[in-house]
T-cell receptor
Framework: GNSVTQMEGPVTLSEEAFLTINCTYT??????LFWYVQYPGEGLQLLLK?????DKGSNKGFEATYRKETTSFHLEKGSVQVSDSAVYFC???????????????FGKGTLLTVNP | AAGVIQSPRHLIKEKRETATLKCYPI?????VYWYQQGPGQDPQFLIS???????DKGSIPDRFSAQQFSDYHSELNMSSLELGDSALYFC????????????FGPGTRLTVT
């Protein structure tokens, strides 16, 4: 079955530091890959996505590249801010061939804390 | 832009009671997904509906049932509530053209005491 493995946290960084959160996946087909962010007490917000190999998703200074050869979708940001403190979830959707259900499979989440 | 609406936002119930959670998808979205997120956990898929028909089922207890109505809103009914049902319940919606893009609601926080 499908699965997502992301680096365990918590991750604590100083403001302006470089961020990497690793994510690898297992899927039977050709999944789409996502990063979602969850701020304290709030719902899930889509941060970025990539739908095919070598696609790069980017948003708000965050980037992730869909690497089929390494089955990875690592999240990076060059200079984090205090406001980036949140839980980050890597996720995939991989419907069966001819299927129409695009349910998401999530990783366990990584808590990021950025200190001033 | 219109977003996914969930109600209520917070719900407190006692053990063995029932609860109904409602989800109103983005207009013209035809698919609804329900997820459960326990404390400190990742969201787990429960069930989904496409054009008012159940399209997939995940780790949803038999005590739970759900449906999608003619106006595409969905309700998750939970009976014989247990302490372990305390969680954040998310609804997400998508449309036919952007099947892989799900838009999440703010969630309903259910506390069972």
């Amino acid at each position: 079955g499908n699965s997502v493995t992301q680096m365990e946290g918590p991750v604590t960084l100083s403001e302006e530091a470089f961020l990497t959160i690793n994510c690898t996946y297992t899927a039977t087909g050709y999944p789409s890959l996502f990063w979602y962010v969850q701020y304290p007490g709030e719902g899930l917000q889509l941060l970025l996505k990539a739908t095919k190999a070598d696609d790069k998703g980017s948003n708000k200074g965050f980037e992730a590249t869909y690497r089929k050869e390494t089955t990875s979708f690592h999240l990076e940001k060059g200079s984090v801010q205090v406001s980036d403190s949140a839980v980050y979830f890597c996720a995939l959707s991989d419907p069966p061939s001819g299927g129409s259900n695009y349910k998401l499979t999530f990783g366990k989440g990584t808590l990021l804390t950025v200190n001033p | 832009a219109a977003g996914v609406i969930q109600s209520p936002r917070h719900l407190i119930k006692e053990k063995r009671e029932t609860a109904t959670l409602k989800c109103y998808p983005i207009p013209r979205h035809d698919t609804v997904y329900w997820y459960q997120q326990g404390p400190g956990q990742d969201p787990q898929f429960l069930i989904s509906f496409y054009e008012k028909m159940q399209s997939d089922k995940g780790s949803i207890p038999d005590r739970f049932s759900a449906q999608q109505f003619s106006d595409y809103h969905s309700e998750l009914n939970m009976s014989s509530l247990e302490l372990g049902d305390s969680a954040l319940y998310f609804c997400a919606s998508s449309n036919t053209r952007e099947k892989r893009q799900q838009y999440f609601g703010p969630g309903t926080r259910l506390t069972v005491t």
